[in-house]
């Protein structure tokens, strides 16, 4: 959600995210998972091309967060994601950017592979850090580079007075970045 969607719907009164719109769900490898995409989505990109064509966003590559874990001890703020590749051909994850910070890690990731990250620890979050993850990465065959944003939602903790990671969603279209 864009910040002047959020602002507006503060000043109508409403909640800024609405329950409804996702479920979270516990893998049994104990990490959230976003709701999944749509098959039609993943069927669209398979289907119709073989590689990726400039400015045609449903044949880019999608790399998304499935699933992620925060943990507290009171003091300091982890955050564990788990990135999964829905594409059908290898892409190498080189950036993640999450409150604040950038990450570098530089992993491949075979077709439908998901692998853990760890993508922040620092201090607890006093006040909401951001509403995006940024995922930046390329197709290994065609070095193109892309990136996709991943929406952020947090809980507060009254008791620490903190914000939490609640829940995290691929925003489409999937950017093509650096030319």
Do not use: C
């Not at 999964?84 to 491949?108: C, E």
């Amino acid at each position: 959600m864009g910040f002047f969607k959020a602002m507006g719907r503060i000043m109508q009164g409403k909640p800024v995210f609405d329950e409804s719109e996702g479920v979270t769900e516990i893998h049994s490898s104990g990490m959230n998972a976003s709701p999944h995409l749509g098959s039609e989505v993943i069927e669209a990109q398979a289907g119709e091309h073989d590689g990726i064509i400039k400015n045609t966003p449903s044949t880019f590559p999608i790399v998304r967060i499935e699933g992620f874990h925060g943990h507290s001890d009171g003091q300091h703020y982890e955050v564990r994601v788990e990135i999964k590749n829905d594409w059908q051909y290898p892409v190498m994850v080189q950036t993640v950017r999450a409150f604040g910070t950038s990450t570098t890690l530089g992993v491949p990731l075979q077709p439908h592979q998901a692998r853990e990250a760890l993508i922040y620890r620092g201090p607890v979050f006093p006040r909401q850090p951001g509403y995006e993850i940024l995922l930046e990465y390329k197709s290994q065959h065609e070095g193109d580079y892309f990136q996709s944003i991943n929406e952020v939602r947090y809980s507060y903790n009254s008791t620490a007075k903190t914000y939490e990671v609640s829940d995290i969603q691929l925003r489409l279209p999937i950017r093509d970045i650096y030319g």
